[in-house]
C-alpha cells in the first residue's frame, strides 16, 4: 500500500490524518472512503493494504481518514498551534462524525474527485450510515458496510451492569462532569459520561438493529444510493448469525436500488487472514455496479 499522508481540517477546526492512494490520475472512476471503527485509525486494519493495492490497481482512489474519534485517547490538533482537544473513542461524540466524513470528501473534492462510495468498518459503518442518512450528499453514491455492529448486542451482554453504567452517565453529566471515565463491561475501553450518553442514551447510532427487526430502522430506510453489507462468521457483534442479521439489513433497506450482502465464511470482525476475499467482494460489486 503506497500513497501519500495528508491532513484536512474539520469545520469546527480540529486536524485529522489519513492516507491517500491514487490509481490512473482522475480516472473517473470512484473514490473510496474508508472510515474506521472504534478505537483504530486510519493505517490499523490490515486489509488495508490489500483493499488500497486491489482498488488503485484498477483505477480507482483510495482514502483511509481518521476521524477525530480515533484510537481510544488522542490529542487532536486545533487550528490554534498551542491548542488540542483530547477526544479519542473514549471523549467522542457521536454526531461529530458528520464534521469528519465532510471533510474528508471536502478533499476529495478538491482534488478531483467528484463521486465517491463511503466505506465504513464496525462503528465506521454507524458513522458513514448516519452521515449520509441525514446529509443526502449528493458525491455519495454509495455504501459499504463492513462487519457493522448491532450496539443493542453491547447492552445485551452488559446484563444489569448497563442500566448501571447509564444512570452513572446521567448524573455525571447533570453535575457537568461529562468527562468522568466509565469503566466496566458495557465497553471494552473506558469511555466519558458525555460520549455514553451520546451512544446509549441519544442513542442516534443505535442503527443496525439486528436483533430487533421489529423495530423501525429510520436511519437504513432513508438511504437512496446502493449498498453492500459484508461480514464474517467468527467474533461479529450480532446476535442473529451473519446469514439472518444481513437479511434483516436487506428488508430494512426501503429506498436504495439495491442492497446486496455477503458472508466470508470463517473470517473475523477484522478480516485478518481474509485480507484477498474482502477486497475481491469489494471490488467485484463496485465493478459490477457502476460498470460504464
Not at 199 to 208: A, C, N, P, T, Y
Not at 256 to 262: A, G, H, K
Request: glycine share 8%; net charge negative.
Amino acid at each position: 500500500m503506497k500513497g501519500e499522508l495528508v491532513r484536512v481540517w474539520t469545520e469546527d477546526e480540529l486536524q485529522l490524518q489519513g492516507l491517500h492512494c491514487t490509481g490512473q490520475e482522475l480516472s473517473g472512476l470512484l473514490a473510496v472512503l474508508h472510515i474506521h471503527g472504534a478505537s483504530s485509525n486510519f493505517y490499523r486494519s490490515q486489509f488495508l493494504d490489500r483493499l488500497a493495492d486491489g482498488l488503485t490497481d484498477r483505477g480507482y482512489s483510495f482514502l483511509s481518514g481518521n476521524t477525530r474519534g480515533h484510537d481510544i485517547i488522542n490529542n487532536v490538533y486545533a487550528k490554534d498551534p498551542t491548542a488540542s482537544r483530547r477526544i479519542g473513542v473514549a471523549f467522542e461524540i457521536f454526531e461529530d462524525c458528520l464534521l469528519d466524513v465532510k471533510a474528508w470528501l471536502g478533499f476529495l473534492q478538491a482534488h478531483g474527485y467528484e463521486q465517491a462510495v463511503l466505506l465504513g468498518h464496525s462503528f465506521g459503518a454507524s458513522k458513514v450510515a448516519y452521515y449520509q442518512s441525514e446529509t443526502a450528499d449528493e458525491r455519495v453514491k454509495a455504501l459499504i458496510f463492513m462487519s457493522p455492529a448491532d450496539q443493542g448486542f453491547w447492552l445485551e451482554a452488559a446484563g444489569a451492569e448497563a442500566q448501571r453504567a447509564l444512570t452513572w452517565a446521567k448524573d455525571m453529566v447533570s453535575e457537568g462532569r461529562e468527562e468522568a471515565l466509565f469503566s466496566g463491561p458495557l465497553i471494552p475501553y473506558p469511555m466519558s459520561a458525555a460520549t455514553i450518553r451520546s451512544l446509549f442514551v441519544e442513542s442516534k447510532s443505535d442503527i443496525f438493529r439486528f436483533g430487533r427487526p421489529d423495530e423501525p430502522w429510520q436511519t437504513i430506510a432513508k438511504l437512496r444510493c446502493p449498498m453492500l453489507a459484508l461480514m464474517g462468521t467468527v467474533a461479529e457483534l450480532t446476535a442473529p448469525n451473519p446469514e439472518e442479521a444481513l437479511a434483516v439489513l436487506k428488508s430494512k433497506a426501503l429506498s436504495s436500488p439495491r442492497c446486496d450482502t455477503v458472508v466470508l465464511q470463517g473470517a473475523p470482525h477484522n478480516y485478518r487472514g481474509y485480507e484477498a476475499q474482502v477486497t475481491e467482494s469489494i471490488i467485484n460489486w463496485l465493478e459490477e455496479s457502476f460498470a460504464s
